[in-house]
């Protein structure tokens, strides 16, 4: 399995836009066995993304997908910036 965990800052009052827009089409990318997103309570702009997928080239198959790409695109300018990004191997647990 292949795992990501990134903070992404949301441009100032633009965090719950963002959040909806990321939140959409999230069921329909092959090979992606969960997908979390939550608020930072310590950031009124920050949100957590947390990923897990069968493989890597699943999650780099689904950055060419047509509704991910849509997605992107959306959410670019409501995007400030990305914090810390951590790639992992996920070894299980509930959901997975």
């Not at 069921?27 to 890597?56: F, H, N, V």
């Not at 959410?75 to 810390?84: H, K, Q, T």
């Amino acid at each position: 399995m292949y795992g990501l965990i990134g903070k992404m800052l949301a441009a100032p009052g633009k965090r719950e836009e963002l959040l909806a827009i990321l939140l959409e089409n999230v069921g329909t990318m092959p090979g992606c066995l969960s997908y979390i997103i939550a608020r930072d309570p310590a950031s009124e702009d920050g949100l957590w993304i947390t990923e897990a997928w069968d493989s890597k080239e699943s999650h780099a198959g689904s950055l060419q997908l047509p509704q991910v790409q849509a997605t992107i695109a959306r959410a670019r300018p409501l995007i400030a910036g990305f914090g810390e990004r951590f790639e992992t191997e996920p070894l299980g647990g509930v959901g997975l």
